[in-house]
């Protein structure tokens, strides 16, 4: 086979492609999740902390003072900007908290039957048997015909 045919037929494997198709979901579903932390969930919560924009939260570890974040950035100072870590860790936790919604679903779907029962217990025993057997292994007591 030439190198083309055997990257065509690991291409098309139903996990690559379903890894792909995850992946660009993944991405958008990402996108969605910024946008509802930024643009709906952290609003109302730097509104009721004393209307505190938390993207716009630093600390200026220079010896100059800034207006703003975005003046602080423009001239090169070193920050640490907690307010946009902070959105981060929330926009983590909202998309981990969704697929852990979405695995577990998914599992109750998938889920395998349990296996037959390949044993039963001896009724004066009580040892495990096979179900074919006639008598206890354990006991030899004669067991009845199911």
Known sequence: MSMFSDFKEFAMRGNVVD????FVMGAAFGKITTSLVNDVIMP???????????????????EKTFP???????????????????NTIIDFVIVAF???ILVRQMNRLVSPAPA???????????????LAATKCAHCTSELKAA
Do not use: H, Q, W
Not at 19 to 22: E, I, M, P, Q, S
């Open 19 to 22: 890894l792909a198709v995850g």
């Open 44 to 62: 109302p919560i730097g509104s009721v902390l004393g209307k505190v924009d938390f993207s716009s939260l630093y600390v200026n570890l220079s």
């Open 98 to 100: 969704a697929m852990f």
């Open 68 to 86: 703003s974040l975005a003046a602080a950035r423009t001239a090169g100072a070193p920050i640490v900007a907690y307010g946009s870590f902070i």
């Open 116 to 130: 037959a029962p390949t044993e039963k217990d001896c009724p004066y025993c009580l040892s495990k048997i096979p």
